[in-house]
């Protein structure tokens, strides 16, 4: 079946520090690839993603690739502030196009 | 504009116990569903409805129902609460689906502890 990974967090930087957030996935055919994030006591808002291999999602100073040589989407940002500060979950969607599968999800904790 | 409510937000129950949570949108989206949220494990689908009255499951049904018989609101019920289920949940809707050029639109989570 489908899985995603995420490296564990947390993950603590100082603000303007470059982040990364690692995503790797196991799929058949060509999923699409998404990003989400959650502030605190909120539900999760779609951040960035990305349909084919070589494509790159970006939003807010967010991007991600899609590399299928590498069965990767990992998640950068050049200069965090401390309103990063959430949990980031990597997500799949199926070849169905019904479901969503998604990471164990990282927090990022921004300090000033 | 509501967007996707869901109540209660925090519940306490004992093993056994049945319980309803409550989701509801006024986006007049066809397509709810319900997920689940432990830690390290990221979301899991429950169940899902691309329509009033129709259901599926999703990757971990088992020990919940559902039902829609409305466009709005897509209720999830535990019908003998246990232990394993305490989880944070979330309700989900969207205009056609999980589909890449559907945006999906979360609830602000229901926290569940089964005692």
């Known amino acids: 079946g489908n899985s995603v990974t995420q490296m564990e967090g947390p993950v603590t930087l100082s603000e303007e520090a470059f982040l990364t957030i690692n995503c790797t996935y196991t799929a058949t055919g060509y999923p699409s690839l998404f990003w989400y994030v959650q502030y605190p006591g909120e539900g999760l808002q779609l951040l960035l993603k990305?349909?084919?291999?070589?494509d790159k999602g970006s939003n807010k100073g967010f991007e991600a690739t899609y590399r299928k040589e590498t069965t990767s989407f990992h998640l950068e940002k050049g200069s965090v502030q401390v309103s990063d500060s959430a949990v980031y979950f990597c997500?799949?969607?199926?070849?169905?196009?019904?479901?969503?599968?998604f990471g164990g999800g990282t927090r990022l904790m921004v300090k000033p | 504009n509501a967007g996707v409510t869901q109540t209660p937000k925090f519940q306490v129950l004992k093993t056994g116990q049945s319980m309803t949570l409550q989701c509801a949108q006024d986006m007049n989206h066809e397509y709810m569903s319900w997920y689940r949220q432990d830690p390290g494990m990221g979301l899991r689908l429950i169940h899902y409805s691309v329509g009033a009255g129709i259901t599926d499951q999703g990757e971990v049904p088992n020990g919940y129902n559902v039902s829609r018989s409305t466009t709005e609101d897509f209720p999830l019920r535990l019908l003998s609460a246990a232990p394993s289920q305490t989880s944070v949940y979330f309700c989900?809707?969207?205009?056609?689906?999980?589909?890449?050029?559907?945006?999906?639109?979360f609830g602000e989570g229901s926290w569940l502890t089964v005692v």
């Open positions: 997500a799949l969607l199926n070849n169905a196009g019904n479901m969503l599968t």
């Open positions: 989900a809707s969207s205009y056609s689906g999980t589909g890449v050029g559907n945006t999906i639109y």
């Open positions: 990305a349909t084919k291999a070589d």
